[in-house]
């Protein structure tokens, strides 16, 4: 039977509306040998956790609700953590000058240090991975403040990313033992999204079936979908992409590695300037897409081009049929439509978030379909390929 997580139980949100966001099914948990109950953060390293925190509060919504830093006894770095619906970020910066935040930030750059994991048994979720062969970068271990307890192990991933599984089932504080609750005090927000779909990584050529084998062998995923080929290609770059999903779906990971072709792909790009693998981009589900980009434009988001002739295509009126906002609406936004066998939905990419050319998000408004926007991948990579030529990375 699929439960409402702690995070989505806080954030008001019902198993109706999850199934709508981000393509919830049922599953049985008890046959799974590492039972996945949802996300429980996105940890980020940055250059300045100040900044950033601020961007994301102002930009995207997102609320302030816990921190830890030198004045709660944390001498190594800030951690800011900020919620919007059943999101949760924790944007850390080094403040000693030998933090290990720093050393990652100034080999990466800004981007997903962690990616970690609500589980209802850390100690089985361990050892079952220690079986199949995984890294344990952290053995299970209680810790604990007046709020109670939170048990936490971690695995490697591709990369320098980890999966910290935490079960925060005994705990009722803010975030974790070592951090003070914080009152956000910001006015006028706006919440831009309500829950997070999926986070795709990238791999090295080569790599990518290496990782989407370890993904079902370590952590029981399935693979739920597979893109090669003309599928994802243009004339000049190439990729190849496959994507592995928790039992309830709420988890979903598209692992992306780059394909030979004429020029560099988005994926070369990536792996040039974050120095390796890592996550490239975070997609965002919102029960309204059009607002959520009106907002961020007014903010100073800026989103990848799309041109006129992708909403004349008869091709493409055809496929998508009737949806609920005419067409034009979403060629004044620059919003992709999709249809499959389960429905629709309407996405839109933003361009990187950072100096570097590396981490961007997704926004994504889902109606049945369960898909990843499979018709829009030529339109999509073609705006990017616009892109890196302009920054003379194609």
Known sequence: MTVLTDTERLAHLDLEQLRQLVGLVEYDASQDPFPVTGWDAVV????????????????????????????????????????????????????????????????????????????????RC????????????????????????????????????RHTLVDRSRYQGPYLP?????????????????????????VELGHMDEWVEFYGRVMGFTNMAEFIGDDIATDYSALMSKVVASGNHRVKFPLNEPAIA????????????????????LALATEDILASVDHLREMGIQFLDTPDSY????????????????????????????????????????????????????LIERHGSLGFGKGNFKALFEAIEREQDRRGNL
Not at 178 to 202: I, K, P, S
């Open 126 to 161: 361990i050892e079952h991975a220690r079986a199949q062969g995984a890294t344990v970068l952290e053995e299970p271990h209680d810790v604990s403040d007046e709020h109670g307890t939170v048990r936490i192990g971690a695995i490697a991933t591709y990369g320098e990313t």
């Open 262 to 281: 004429k020029k560099k792909s988005q994926i070369d790009e990536y792996l040039e300037f974050y120095r390796g693998p890592g996550a490239q981009h």
């Open 44 to 123: 980020w390293a940055v250059g300045n956790a100040v900044q950033s925190t601020h961007f994301f509060r102002t930009a995207f919504g997102m609320e302030l609700v816990a921190y830890s830093g030198p004045e709660t006894g944390n001498r190594d770095h800030h951690a800011f953590v900020l919620e919007s619906g059943a999101v949760r970020f924790v944007i850390k910066g080094g403040v000693h000058p030998d933090s290990p935040v720093i050393a990652h930030h100034a080999h990466h750059g800004d981007g997903v240090l962690d990616i970690a994991l609500e589980v209802p048994d850390v100690d």
């Open 311 to 362: 909403y004349e295509d008869p091709e493409l009126r055809a496929r998508i049929g009737e949806v609920r906002v005419p067409v034009e609406e979403l060629q004044k936004r620059g919003i992709l439509v999709d249809r499959d066998e389960d429905g629709y939905l309407l996405q839109i990419f933003t361009k990187p978030i950072g100096d570097r050319p590396t981490v961007f998000f997704e």
């Open 178 to 202: 070592g951090y003070v609750a914080r009152t956000d005090e910001l006015a006028g927000r706006t919440q831009v999204f309500q829950a997070l779909d999926h986070v795709v990584g990238n």
